[in-house]
């Protein structure tokens, strides 16, 4: 009979070390890229004169289909927050960015609102707009009040929440 519950004992542990270790290597598959590092802010200030705002976003560059970058007019690249490297397309007409899934460009930020902000490209020019922001919006460092139109160039640092957009343009 012992020998019986010491082997049970022994798979149950099995099983437990196994079922572990495999949470463990989930969770480092889906967390890999959150452990990137963030571009202090103040290295963010002078970001108009730079290429490339940090490692992730060159690695990320390469990634990103050229098809996409070849036809895009312009892009943002998250340089700090959530998603740090992602390039997101910014299409003709309007586009809004925002949490909620009907905006073009979607961010995870819980301080950006749903509807935050929107980017109109007319002609060559992009400008953008805060839409009635919860916690308003900034470019190059100054604050945009709602409804005000702010000529974007390429380089533009957009704040939105605790993210940090730089607006690049062919």
Not at 109 to 132: C, E, P, T, W
Not at 140 to 153: F, I, N, S, T, W
Request: aromatic fraction near 6%; glycine fraction near 8%.
């Amino acid at each position: 009979m012992s020998n019986t519950v010491i082997l049970l004992v022994g798979e149950a542990v099995l099983a437990i070390v196994i079922l572990t270790l495999i949470a463990v290597m989930t969770w480092l598959f889906f967390h890999r890229s959150s452990s990137r590092t963030e571009t202090p802010v103040a290295q963010l200030r002078d970001v108009s004169s730079r290429t490339v705002v940090s490692a992730d976003e060159a690695a990320t560059q390469q990634e990103w289909p050229s098809l996409a970058r070849k036809m895009a007019a312009a892009w943002l690249v998250v340089a700090e927050g959530s998603g740090i490297g992602a390039y997101h397309a910014v299409g003709e007409g309007t586009t809004v960015i925002g949490r909620s899934s009907s905006c073009d460009i979607k961010l995870t930020d819980s301080a950006i609102s749903r509807r935050h902000a929107s980017i109109v490209k007319q002609g060559d020019r992009f400008s953008l707009y805060d839409v009635g922001s919860t916690f308003g919006t900034e470019v190059d460092g100054k604050r945009v009040d709602p409804g005000e139109e702010v000529p974007l160039k390429h380089g533009s640092v957009i704040c939105l929440g605790e993210t940090r957009l730089v607006f690049k343009q062919r």
